[in-house]
């Protein structure tokens, strides 16, 4: 089945101490996306790729980063976590950049910072 | 500042009849809006959406509502089934370039039996 896939489901770091999320997807979507989702709030869009062109959210710390290596892969890098970005990360995909088109979401991974 | 705003974290609603989710939103230039349905440990489904040309969109047992007068959108569910307790997310889409989805709070929808 295409799908989106993101590893691992659960991480758990040190304060300060890098971290990185990944996400693949088999749907051959030109579009990759990276939300972080706290606790009972709304999912936030941190940043996206459309194929190799990169754009990030004005509001996203520059703590976070991202690496597109390929169609299929997307990751998540935090440089310093602090226990703030503790959170759901989700990684969702698109067809095409556009109105109409919905956006396919992983299972997501639960980053617990200690 | 929430631009899309679900104002009632939770729903109990009976098995077998109707539930309706609501979702306000604040910026006009939202031009497209969809719901996701989420499972715990699982990421956001698509549901349905409905393109703001329109006043209501349906799909089988569910059936969106858009009044763009008053900003408001809803989701009906009829009838109601266990499997449809989730948490349920409203989102907007506008013409701000990239397909940037922004997010309601969510909905928890329990279904009793």
């Known amino acids: 089945d295409a799908m989106v896939i993101q590893n691992p489901r659960y991480q758990v770091t040190q304060f300060g101490k890098p971290v990185t999320l990944s996400c693949s997807q088999t749907?051959?979507?030109?579009?990759m996306y990276w939300y972080q989702q706290k606790s009972s709030q709304a999912p936030k869009l941190l940043f996206h790729y459309y194929d190799k062109d990169f754009n990030n959210e004005a509001d996203t710390p520059d703590n976070f980063q991202s690496r597109r290596p390929n169609t299929s892969f997307c990751f998540l890098d935090i440089r310093s976590p602090g226990l703030g970005d503790a959170a759901m990360y989700l990684c969702a995909t698109s067809r095409d950049r556009g109105l109409t088109g919905a956006q396919y979401f992983g299972p997501g991974t639960r980053l617990t910072v200690l | 500042d929430q631009q899309v705003k679900q104002n009632s974290p939770s729903l109990s609603v009976q098995e077998g009849r109707i539930s309706i989710l609501n979702c306000d939103y604040t910026n006009s230039m939202f031009d497209y809006f969809l719901w996701y349905k989420k499972y715990p440990a699982e990421g956001p489904t698509f549901l349905i959406s409905i393109s703001s040309i329109k006043d209501k969109n349906e799909d089988g047992r569910f059936t969106v509502f858009l009044n763009k007068s008053a900003k408001h959108l809803s989701l009906h569910i009829v009838p109601s089934q266990p499997g449809d307790s989730a948490v349920y997310f409203c989102?907007?889409?506008?013409?701000?370039?990239?397909?940037?989805?922004?997010f309601g709070q969510g909905t928890r929808l329990t279904i009793n039996p």
């Open positions: 989102a907007a889409i506008g013409i701000q370039g990239a397909q940037k989805l922004v």
């Open positions: 749907l051959n979507h030109n579009v």
